[in-house]
C-alpha cells in the first residue's frame, strides 16, 4: 500500500511552473522523499530527493517542510514534453534494499 | 540512456506457451527487481535480487519464475499465464548501501496474453 497521497491529474501550459503536492503523513525518520517520472510504454525515471528543507537539481525542486508530512515538487517552466505521470514516493533507507512502492501517480499534462 | 535494456520489447504468448523476459544492466549494480504495470493500477513489486539473492517475491503466482545467474542478468521464466498477466513488465537495478537507492528503469516488455 503506497504511503502517499497526489493528486490523480494537473493541467498546464508551457512556460509555466508547476507544483505538484504530495502527502505523506506518516513518514518515518528514515524515509527520504524520492520522486520520478514515466513516459508512456516507458520505465520510471528518477527526478529528485530529498529529506528536509529544500534540494534543488537541473531538473526540479523538491520542498520539505519541518514536518516533513508534505512535500512539494517544483517544475520550473515546463515544455510539452514534461507531460508524464510523477509519482512521489517515500523510502526506506534504514530497510534492507529502499524497495519503492508506487501509488497511482499525478497525471501531468502541458498544453501549448 | 538507462543503462538497463529488456528483451523483447513486445511479446505475444498463448497461454500454453512458455517464454522468457531478459533484462540486463550495465551499471555496475548489485540489486535487481522485476515490477509489473497493469493498465489503471500502480507499479506491482514482484520480485527483488540482492548480491543474485532472492529476497523478495511479493506473493507472485508460480506462473512467474525468476532467475539471477549474475549480477548483471535477471530473467523472468513465463509458463500457462493468464489474460490478466497481459502487463508492462520492468525491470530496475540498483546499488544497495549506497547513499541513495535510487532504481534505474529499462524500457520495459509490453506482454499480451491471449
Known amino acids: 500500500l503506497a504511503k502517499t497521497t497526489q493528486p490523480i491529474s494537473m493541467d498546464s501550459y508551457e512556460g509555466q511552473e508547476v507544483n505538484i503536492t504530495c502527502s505523506h503523513n506518516?513518514?518515518?525518520?528514515?524515509?527520504?522523499i524520492t520522486w520520478y517520472q514515466q513516459f508512456p510504454s516507458q520505465g520510471p525515471r528518477f527526478i529528485i530527493q530529498g529529506y528536509k528543507t529544500k534540494v534543488t537539481n537541473e531538473v526540479a525542486s523538491l520542498f520539505i517542510p519541518a514536518d516533513r508530512k508534505s512535500s512539494t515538487l517544483s517544475l520550473p517552466r515546463v515544455s510539452l514534453s514534461d507531460t508524464a505521470v510523477y509519482y512521489c514516493l517515500v523510502v526506506d533507507y534504514g530497510g534492507s534494499q529502499g524497495n519503492l512502492i508506487f501509488g497511482k501517480g499525478t497525471k501531468l499534462s502541458v498544453k501549448p | 540512456e538507462t543503462g538497463v535494456t529488456q528483451t523483447p520489447r513486445h511479446l505475444v504468448m498463448g497461454m500454453t506457451n512458455k517464454k522468457s523476459l531478459k533484462c540486463e544492466q550495465h551499471l555496475g549494480h548489485n540489486a535487481m527487481y522485476w515490477y509489473k504495470q497493469s493498465a489503471k493500477k500502480p507499479l506491482e513489486l514482484m520480485f527483488v535480487y540482492n548480491f543474485k539473492e532472492q529476497t523478495e517475491n511479493n506473493s507472485v503466482p508460480s506462473r512467474f519464475s525468476p532467475e539471477c545467474p549474475n549480477s548483471s542478468h535477471l530473467f523472468l521464466h513465463l509458463h500457462t499465464l493468464q489474460p490478466e498477466d497481459s502487463a508492462l513488465y520492468l525491470c530496475?537495478?540498483?546499488?544497495?548501501?549506497?547513499?541513495?537507492?535510487?532504481?534505474?528503469f529499462g524500457p520495459g516488455t509490453r506482454l499480451t496474453v491471449t
Open positions: 530496475a537495478s540498483s546499488q544497495v548501501a549506497a547513499e541513495s537507492y535510487e532504481q534505474y
Open positions: 506518516n513518514i518515518a525518520t528514515n524515509d527520504y
